[in-house]
């Protein structure tokens, strides 16, 4: 079981940047690929960014190339989202996940946190 808190989310202006963070606890995070999930109000969750066990391989929706930028630190459980130039668009609940599993058009995942919310105004 890993548990999976996310921090950092808030209100920003268009353009803007937000750093959100996951901390994970319970069983090694590392075991696991972890990544970014977002839902805007009245659609569907996708995903967002996916990063590997190691760190090595990272996988960036199109909606956010160039923008936003996963990483982690393992001796920390730590999992952190840099986002750059936000949208309007870009306002959605966010949340972390754990055991990420490519199933073809889309990532499923293992672990969810509780989400934060990131709103973008203009």
């Known amino acids: 079981q890993v548990q999976l808190v996310e921090s950092g989310g808030g209100l920003v202006q268009t353009g803007g940047s937000l750093r959100l963070s996951c901390a994970a606890s319970g069983r090694t995070s590392s075991t696991y690929a972890m990544g970014w999930f977002r839902q805007a109000p009245g659609k569907e969750r996708e995903w967002v960014t996916v990063?590997?066990?190691?760190?090595?391989?990272?996988y960036v929706a199109h909606s956010v190339k160039d923008r936003f930028t996963i990483s982690r630190d393992n001796a920390k459980n730590t999992v952190t989202l840099q986002m750059n130039s936000l949208k309007s668009e870009d306002t959605a609940v966010y949340y972390c996940?754990?055991?990420?599993?490519?199933?073809?058009?889309?990532?499923?995942?293992?672990?969810w946190g509780q989400g934060t919310q990131v709103t973008v105004s203009s």
């Open positions: 990063i590997s066990r190691s760190g090595a391989t990272t």
């Open positions: 996940a754990a055991g990420l599993k490519n199933v073809g058009v889309g990532w499923s995942a293992d672990y």
